[in-house]
């Protein structure tokens, strides 16, 4: 089954930069699989961070927009959330996801990695 595990969360001062990863397997692949961040604030709904498709586009939140990018390594099946110029309304439990477009890129949910920016 798919699974999705994500890593490299924690605490920074704002302005600073954070690089999250995720690791795919169960059968997610670059091919069949778009990918994407989500995040959730306390008290807030969840929303789309970042999305990479199979043909490489890219989409993202006017928030995080030249501040966030979005990246994947098919060889060893890890995708990755370059976070920079962080900011306190960065704040939130960060999730990795992958599913077909109708899906939005996310049929299938990661567990989450804390994001804290002070």
């Known amino acids: 089954h798919v699974q999705l595990v994500e890593s490299g969360g924690g605490t920074v001062r704002a302005g600073g930069s954070l690089r999250l990863s995720c690791s795919a397997s169960?059968?997610?692949?670059?091919?069949?699989?778009?990918m994407g961040w989500f995040r959730q604030a306390t008290g807030k709904e969840r929303e789309v961070v970042a999305r990479?498709?199979?043909?490489?586009?890219?989409h993202y939140a006017d928030s995080v927009q030249g501040r966030f990018a979005i990246s994947r390594v098919d060889a060893n099946n890890t995708l990755y959330l370059q976070m920079d110029h962080l900011k306190p309304e960065d704040t939130a439990m960060y999730f990795c996801?992958?599913?077909?477009?109708?899906?939005?890129?996310?049929?299938?949910w990661g567990q989450g990695t804390q994001v804290t920016v002070s």
């Open positions: 990479i498709y199979s043909d490489g586009r890219t």
């Open positions: 169960g059968g997610v692949t670059y091919s069949k699989h778009c």
């Open positions: 996801t992958a599913g077909s477009e109708v899906s939005g890129c996310s049929g299938y």
